[in-house]
């Protein structure tokens, strides 16, 4: 998967993935007139989701770093989901996750696309947009969770979380 370089990557499977977030936060922080709560915060924040994301099956993280306030505009997290009793079938995966997530008062749309590593579920939502990935073997899902939390989830951004999604190829 292509992920551009302005993207700082944090690597949830190892045990040093604290110190690479601490030295992100750090990083955009530096030469910033916030505050020290304010890059607690920050911290805090972005641990918490490393640490439910890992908890799920977090792989990795990556944190988009060009703005210039010190505000996150976007940010991928990579996991690995078994089947268990998600359906195997994109087509069926994509039903299940509309039963299982009823659009709310954002704009969310559910499809099923063909990426370049095979069939895939793509959930776009106001500011984030996920892509399912059907593993190769069947055995699970990889999941592609980007979220703008600034910019939202169109145009410009939805476009390049497509591209980094796109990107995606099984190696053997």
């Known amino acids: 998967m292509l992920v551009p370089r302005e993207w700082f990557r944090v690597d949830l499977m190892r045990d040093r993935w604290r110190a690479q ?18 890059k607690r915060h920050v911290w805090t924040t972005l641990r918490n989701t490393a640490e439910v994301g890992r908890a799920r099956g977090a792989m990795e993280f990556f944190l988009l770093t060009t703005s210039q306030d ?8 990579v996991s690995s989901m078994p089947l268990g009793d998600t359906p195997a079938e994109p087509e069926k995966y994509a039903a299940w996750l509309e039963l299982r997530e009823p659009e ?6 559910v499809s099923v696309v063909e990426q370049t590593a095979g069939p895939a579920v793509r959930v776009v939502g106001a500011t984030t947009l996920n892509v399912h990935v059907l593993m190769p073997g069947g055995v699970g899902y990889l999941t592609l969770s980007f979220s703008a939390p600034l910019t939202g989830m169109s145009g410009p951004m939805e476009r390049l979380c ?3 999604a796109g990107s995606l190829r099984w190696m053997q």
């Not at 977030?21 to 505050?35: I, P």
């Not at 709310?104 to 749309?109: F, N, S, T, Y």
Request: glycine share 20%; hydrophobic share 35%.
């Open 70 to 77: 010190g505000g996150l505009p976007a940010s991928l997290l």
């Open 162 to 164: 497509d591209a980094i």
């Open 104 to 109: 709310g008062a954002g704009r969310r749309q």
């Open 21 to 38: 977030l601490k030295t992100f936060v750090d990083a955009q922080s530096e030469g910033r007139h916030g505050s020290g709560e304010l």
